[in-house]
């Protein structure tokens, strides 16, 4: 197994664990900053639509969201989904991004990342993130930053900032031109098969799999690199 020369990572349930989704806490305090709501919308009402329009979309069908392969950014949703309604909000719709998501999934780092990206640092292995995400890169930043405060990345690309979503090969290259490096020195790490470990192989990247902050059921692939706890992979680069 080659040293790698950088590691890059994916956001959600890599880095930071994120608890169980609840759109209508989100929707309800975003709904405190509406100067206008002409049909007196309920958060539940406002949440049951955007809950359709992701359907309708197949954004987050976890069997086929490796096929959704273009991003939709957050600011042109909610602009859709609020204005759709009668919704005109005193706040910018950037702003919306960090109210909805902190009350409707707060996050926590997961458990030895901080100690391992500081044994990478000591290692002089180069870190980056690269996350599948309709919030923009302003907010993915702040709450990493927030979040694992002692983190070193290079950079931190938002799939909403840049159109292309893993597994398209197209959001790895930028990544490795970002980086200088060819696809051979470096790694990717990724909770999501389809999205993270194919699509990472796809490009040519040596892919990981951490499966330590996965809650849902999966089923071991042999010819893939497998860890639960940062631990395990330290001990590999030692």
């Not at 169980?20 to 919308?41: C, H, I, P, Q, W």
């Not at 640092?121 to 919030?135: A, L, M, P, W, Y």
């Not at 902050?213 to 692939?221: G, S, T």
Request: glycine share 8%; charged share 25%; aromatic share 14%.
């Amino acid at each position: 197994m080659k040293k790698p020369k950088m590691i890059l990572f994916d956001y959600g349930q890599t880095l930071i664990n994120e608890g169980k989704f609840d759109g209508v806490k989100g929707t309800a305090e975003v709904l405190k900053y509406a100067k206008v709501n002409k049909y007196n919308r309920t958060a539940e009402q406002v949440q049951e639509v955007a809950d359709a329009i992701n359907k309708e979309l197949g954004r987050f069908d976890p069997m086929r969201r490796h096929l959704f392969q273009v991003e939709v950014p957050n600011d042109m949703f909610t602009a859709y989904l609020y204005e759709s309604q009668g919704i005109e909000l005193s706040i910018p719709y950037s702003q919306v991004d960090n109210i909805f998501w902190d009350v409707a999934s707060p996050g926590t780092a997961t458990e030895g990342i901080a100690e391992f990206l500081q044994f990478l640092k000591e290692q002089g292995i180069r870190t980056g993130v690269i996350s599948n995400i309709s919030f923009g890169g302003k907010a993915l930043t702040e709450r990493i930053n927030r979040i694992i405060p002692t983190n070193e990345f290079e950079f931190i690309i938002a799939t909403s900032e840049y159109m292309f979503r893993k597994p398209n090969h197209r959001i790895f290259d930028f990544a490795l031109e970002k980086a200088g490096l060819q696809a051979e020195d470096v790694w990717y790490i990724g909770d999501q098969y389809e999205c993270d470990i194919v699509g990472a192989k796809g490009a040519g990247l040596f892919p990981v799999w951490y499966t330590g902050a996965i809650d849902l059921p999966y089923v071991e692939k042999e010819d893939v690199f497998m860890v639960s706890k940062w631990e395990e992979l330290r001990d590999t680069l030692i």
